[in-house]
């Protein structure tokens, strides 16, 4: 099986989309830690027991405030993956088509998105409640094959509330709690902070460099020419942990939601797909597990699903069953690619290595070709690509994914 060009750009663009929103929730998080230090240099000159006052103030509205921000994230989360469900899906559906005969594309079954399908995998624990989703073959087994083909019949399956309380994060917990998690330990590692640095004789502009570093109130990347990861290098003991835990929250859900979006239109369309192949994604820290999942085929509701750690970035993309079909599949050794039929063993960076620059500046970014091609030489395309992906700090927002694939919906 060999992967479409285009399923290639949607990881890189589900890739800058995480830089988009997990950059949108960092800085309010930045925001209030900075703010609460500000505060803090505030009290130097304040006698003993308005001091104590001030910073018991000062650490009430520090919790009170990441409370608020975390319930504001969550619920910023879940509109983001919410677009993001129906978007994917919409891709993947119209790469499904463009897979087969163009007389035989009306037969595949599009995925209607439940409006609580992004807040469910958010919000709701699956250990809390009975909830099970059924895959295809688990319908078919309790309701019978009649049930699954009215189902079938209506054109459209259903990505359901149920089905995303299933799905949580690769430790099992919940995103909410996740988010709530940082919320509350970062408060309690705040006033750990400043109060060991003041029993200890510390200035208080030397406890809030160790709290924030260098930052400033609304750091950002085009700002100071900074990608995110160096703004989260130049935080402190309060910034830095939680950014980061921020962004592999972030990835991690976006992976989840992409994945379970594209794995639903599949499984709605078993007559045209029976398996699915597990692709790692193009990462220089691609991690053992994916490395070893890379390329397996399995059959659906029987193989695992990415992410399969944080910070993942693997995708599942649908095997044709051309033989089944009926249809005459690319001729062997060959896919298909925009300039034709090309080597099958040919992957997306030496494939783009060969691309006119025009090519390569539609998909890395006018300020990414020339550093691509002088790694690619040094080190060959796919690391280049991988060191690329993992470095790259760009973004793409929702409404900038859309305009790109808008396409899709006029068709």
Not at 368 to 392: I, Q
């Amino acid at each position: 099986m060999t992967i479409p060009a285009a399923l290639f750009r949607n990881a890189i663009d589900l890739n800058r989309y995480s830089n988009s929103v997990g950059r949108q929730v960092i800085t309010t998080y930045n925001d209030i830690i900075i703010d609460a230090v500000n505060q803090l240099r505030t009290i130097d000159e304040l006698a003993a027991p308005v001091k104590a006052a001030r910073l018991r103030a000062i650490l009430a509205q520090l919790k009170d405030s990441l409370n608020t921000w975390s319930g504001d994230s969550i619920t910023a989360l879940s509109t983001e993956l919410q677009g993001l469900a129906e978007l994917q899906s919409d891709f993947v559906t119209e790469q499904l088509r463009k897979a087969l005969p163009a007389g035989a594309r009306s037969a595949v079954n599009t995925v209607e998105i439940s409006p609580q399908f992004a807040q469910s995998v958010v919000t709701t624990d699956p250990t809390q409640l009975n909830v099970v989703a059924l895959s295809d073959d688990l319908y078919k087994s309790v309701y019978g094959v009649e049930a699954l083909a009215n189902q079938a019949g209506t054109g459209t399956f259903n990505l359901t509330a149920a089905k995303g309380a299933t799905i949580t994060l690769p430790n099992g917990e919940v995103v909410s709690k996740a988010f709530r998690g940082i919320a509350v330990d970062q408060a309690e590692q705040f006033g750990q902070v400043v109060r060991n640095g003041l029993l200890t004789g510390e200035t208080t502009s030397d406890i809030a460099k160790r709290l924030i570093g260098i930052l400033q109130f609304g750091e950002e990347p085009s700002m100071i020419n900074r990608a995110l990861k160096k703004i989260i290098a130049a935080g402190g003991q309060s910034t830095s942990i939680a950014d980061n835990q921020i962004m592999a929250l972030v990835r991690t859900s976006i992976n989840q939601v992409a994945n379970a979006a594209s794995m639903a239109v599949y499984e709605a369309n078993q007559d045209i797909t029976k398996k699915y192949q597990y692709v790692a994604a193009l990462d220089t820290r691609t991690s053992a597990i994916c490395r070893a999942l890379d390329g397996q085929e399995f059959e659906y509701g029987k193989g695992p699903m990415p992410p399969q750690h944080f910070n993942c970035r693997s995708k599942v993309v649908a095997v044709i069953d051309y033989e089944n079909l009926g249809f005459t599949p690319p001729p062997e050794g060959t896919r298909a690619s925009k300039d034709g039929q090309v080597d099958a063993n040919i992957n997306y960076s030496q494939w783009l290595k060969n691309q006119p620059r025009s090519v390569q500046e539609e998909v890395l970014g006018k300020d990414k070709v020339v550093y691509f091609n002088k790694l690619a030489e040094k080190h060959g395309a796919r690391d280049a690509m991988a060191k690329l992906v993992r470095d790259d700090g760009s973004e793409l927002s929702l409404k900038d994914l859309r305009e790109r694939y808008s396409a899709i919906k006029e068709r």
